[in-house]
């Protein structure tokens, strides 16, 4: 039994317990750890459906490989807790599969995991010193270790355990509360990605991703390129993607229904990402400037219809997933920030495509209207914490409804949800600091009666 194998105890809530709701996996029971022989041996189960290179789960048998009992604890925080607090409403493999696994044999990887789980109790824990103290400790010798290992080579595992490494000191320096610093540690990854890339990241829904890194799990590949593409969308400045991204199939072949939350996000990033050779265009629309300056990128001319299209038919397949679960639920909650990522990706993607030609009253209302009636419930949904998460959820989206919808209502609604889910930061987007910019672009874009428009 998966309690049996993660030699934790079942808390026997029905229908489903506690833990195995929370991961989002099939609760199969709980059988008594101690009546088993000690002999017998078994087979490590995967927490998450496998991944495309079919890693399982790190499950040490023992504290052998940690230093102390005390590493050990936190490793197992790490892996009871620290995974679904990471991965918010969506199980990401990178966390619960990829960053395990690669603590075998990398020292560095290891105590920047366990900074990053002392990090994570400290939040949930009333006497946080101890924890915050401990993972300090541990991320000062990763440091060292990770600079010792470029210092001495160079070579593809080298360059693998740095990219890894980067995702996890983002985590550790976000749940300090150090944003600023974890988004510049962050570029820095992209820029090394970019240089140590054999071609541009391809994409296969049914794979998930295909590393342009060799010897790069395809799932920190494709982390890395979400990652990328956010700054594109809320960094202004940013200008065009470190990452590029290639397609395996020219045209996108939906299913007739989705079986599952992976499939939904796959198939959603397949649409997703064709629209993103728009994003550049963002910059120089939002700085008022003639959209020729940064024009459409070469394509044929029904790309942006066909993309479009293609986006509709995903929203229509999640429809009914949507409208089967309760809004309380955490499956509702996994449906919905999926919803609003796409949504946010339509409104930007048109924005994009539209330019500076895009200002007609009503032209975004749809979209943004369903965002706010999304989110409003997201912030309500139990499952939904205020607390960092390398998740993609509303967050970015209310900011882009506040910059681009011509609706001053809706603007404002956008801005009141964003300031309900103050303490929570989703990847590169923290609530509070976005609620401020929007409060002053909303200033801008809607002067108050004898102010002038800026």
């Given amino acids: 039994m998966l309690y049996r194998v993660r030699r934790v105890k079942c808390d026997e809530r029905k229908p489903l317990c506690l833990r195995c709701d929370r991961f989002g996996v099939e609760c199969d029971g709980y059988e008594d750890y101690s009546s088993a022989p000690v002999s017998r041996k078994r087979k490590p189960v995967a927490l998450l459906p496998s991944t495309s290179v079919g890693l399982l789960i790190y499950q040490p048998s023992s504290t052998t490989g940690f230093e102390t009992q005390e590493d050990y604890q936190y490793f197992l925080h790490y892996r009871n807790q620290t995974v679904i607090d990471l991965s918010g409403a969506m199980p990401d493999e990178v966390w619960s599969q990829v960053i395990p696994r690669a603590n075998v044999g990398h020292m560095a990887l290891r105590n920047l995991t366990l900074a990053v789980s002392a990090m994570d109790k400290a939040r949930h824990s009333s006497s946080p010193v101890p924890h915050s103290q401990f993972g300090a400790a541990k991320y000062g010798k990763a440091l060292r270790g990770i600079r010792e290992l470029l210092a001495s080579r160079i070579d593809l595992e080298a360059v693998r355990v740095s990219l890894i490494a980067s995702l996890l000191i983002f985590c550790f320096e976000n749940l300090q509360g150090e944003t600023e610093l974890a988004i510049k540690h962050i570029k820095t990854a992209l820029n090394f990605m ?152 339509v409104l930007v993607v048109k924005r994009a495509y539209l330019g500076n030609g895009s200002d007609t009253p009503g032209l975004f209302e749809p979209e943004s209207l369903a965002m706010i009636q999304f989110c409003s419930r997201i912030v309500q949904n139990p499952y939904y914490r205020k607390t960092f998460a390398f998740d993609i959820g509303p967050i970015e989206g209310l900011f882009v409804v506040c910059v681009t919808c011509q609706k001053k209502e809706i603007c404002e609604e956008a801005l009141r949800i964003l300031k309900l889910a103050k303490g929570r930061t989703e990847m590169l987007a923290d609530a509070g600091i976005y609620a401020t910019r929007c409060e002053g672009i909303l200033g801008m874009r809607f002067p108050a009666d004898g102010e002038k428009n800026v």
């Fill in 194 to 345: 970019r240089t140590h890339l054999t071609s541009s990241v391809r994409y296969d829904p049914k794979r998930h991703s295909i590393s342009s890194v060799l010897g790069l799990e395809d799932e920190v590949s494709i982390l890395l390129a979400r990652i990328d593409s956010m700054f594109v969308v809320t960094d202004f400045m940013a200008g065009k993607r470190l990452v590029q991204i290639e397609f395996i199939e020219e045209n996108i072949n939906m299913p007739r229904a989705f079986r599952n939350i992976q499939q939904v996000r796959n198939y959603m990033q397949e649409w997703q990402y064709r629209g993103y050779p728009y994003l550049p265009r963002l910059r120089d629309i939002y700085a008022g400037k003639d959209e020729s300056i940064n024009p459409l990128p070469p394509g044929p001319p029904d790309y942006f219809e066909k993309t479009m299209k293609y986006a509709q038919q995903w929203f229509d397949l999640c429809k009914p997933l949507l409208s089967g679960e309760d809004p309380r639920s955490r499956d509702w909650l996994r449906y919905a920030i999926l919803h609003t990522y796409g949504l946010t990706s």
